[in-house]
């Protein structure tokens, strides 16, 4: 277990065409939570989209009650480790993107937290997570708190420098992948 010093909240947006394979996202979370001793400083933030304005759920396979039944779930998993966690069940007609979630994620987040970290309902985040980013994080700030990261990182809204948590394939003119 690893004592951190910044605080950190993760947020995910998550459509309900993308609750079921939520859940190994949400794993994920849990399992970095679970290596850090001072819960206290983890905000998980879950934004769970039911708007139907671009795509209806079908209800021959799943209910609306279902589907929130489901977020829940994922809730629940979270609550257990210690941390905090937000819920939110966004469930008018008008459209709300990812986009325009993390906008709000980082501007509210950062107002409380050191980092703001995106999370992807298909991205499974390491368990060292936290471990990683406080080791990377001091000598990349100058000292001071930063406010956004997902695979990047921002100080006062504003990149200075970039992290990403797993392999991205670089392409040359020729189309050829190079592995960075």
């Known amino acids: 277990m690893v004592k951190i010093k910044y ?4 947020g ?5 065409y993308e609750i079921e394979m939520a859940k190994e996202h949400i794993q994920s979370i849990v399992n970095a939570v679970n290596e850090v001793e001072n ?3 983890i905000t998980v933030d879950l934004f769970f989209n039911l708007s139907e304005y671009f795509e209806r759920v079908n209800t021959n396979q799943i209910t609306h009650p279902q589907l929130k039944d ?11 480790t210690g941390a905090a966690v937000n819920p939110t069940i966004y469930d008018d007609f008008d459209p709300i993107s990812m986009v325009d979630y993390r906008r709000d994620l980082n501007y509210n987040g ?3 937290h050191d980092y703001v970290i995106w999370g992807e ?3 499974l985040l390491p368990k060292e997570m936290f471990t990683t980013l406080e080791s990377i994080f001091s000598p990349c700030t100058d ?7 997902k695979v ?17 394939p670089l392409y040359q003119g020729s189309g050829i992948a190079l592995e960075a």
Do not use: Q
Not at 143 to 149: D, G, I, K, N, R
């Open 39 to 41: 819960k206290e400083n």
């Open 121 to 123: 309902t298909d991205c």
């Open 70 to 80: 489901k977020f829940n779930e994922l809730v629940k998993m979270v609550e257990e």
């Open 12 to 16: 995910t947006h998550i459509m309900f």
């Open 7 to 10: 605080r950190y909240i993760v």
């Open 152 to 168: 990047g990182i921002a100080r006062s809204n504003v990149f200075f420098c970039v992290f990403c948590l797993g392999p991205a």
């Open 110 to 112: 950062c107002k409380n």
């Open 143 to 149: 000292s001071a708190p930063v406010s956004h990261l």
